[in-house]
């Protein structure tokens, strides 16, 4: 896939999951058969993380900005980002399988410090020490992610997410004790 192409599809997943959010309700009043037939948005999303995040690992850092700029503002979206990185840290915990740390970054720069950079500093930091418990020096995979991460302003921090990612090393020790830094 294309960073174009990921670039549609990954703000099509958006709006489509800023509207299953927003239509929450009516789905738990849905039957047992109804919710069986339809299609849960979270693990059509996640599913596509997984097939397709080295497209957005093999885009140039324009297009990174591209993708992330299809779908800012869109708070569910990037709260579903933030709970991926979690997850991406858990099943690296599980598989050792790299990928799970390259698609957490993917994630996580996509996510972009939108919400609140504490919140992503906390999912990086355990991601990062997810990769060490495991055996995997995260360094290199962090400093890849950082090369394609935002260099502006995030919203909800006043570091750029690639400079957070680049001296990650020395970031994720603040984290740990509870020293948020930005």
């Not at 709260?79 to 970054?105: F, I, N, P, Q």
């Amino acid at each position: 896939m294309n960073p174009k192409d990921f670039q549609e599809k990954i703000r099509d997943y958006a709006e489509q999951y800023r509207d299953w959010k927003k239509l929450d309700l009516a789905v738990q009043e849905f039957t047992e058969e109804d919710q069986i037939q339809s299609a849960d948005p979270m693990e059509m999303i996640h599913a596509f993380l997984v097939q397709e995040y080295e497209a957005y690992l093999n885009a140039t850092q324009e297009e990174c900005e591209a993708i992330r700029a299809s779908f800012s503002i869109n708070r569910d979206f990037e709260d579903l980002l933030l709970h991926y990185v979690y997850s991406a840290a858990e099943k690296l915990r599980s598989t050792t399988d790299v990928k799970w740390l390259e698609r957490g970054l993917v994630a996580a720069s996509l996510e972009n410090s939108g919400r609140d950079y504490r919140d992503t500093l906390l999912s990086l930091n355990d991601l990062y020490r997810a990769a060490q418990d495991v055996g995997i020096d995260p360094n290199p995979y962090f400093q890849k992610a950082a090369s394609l991460a935002s260099q502006k302003k995030p919203r909800g921090g006043s570091t750029p997410l690639s400079i957070l990612l680049a001296g990650y090393t020395s970031h994720s020790l603040h984290v740990q004790r509870g020293d948020f830094i930005a």
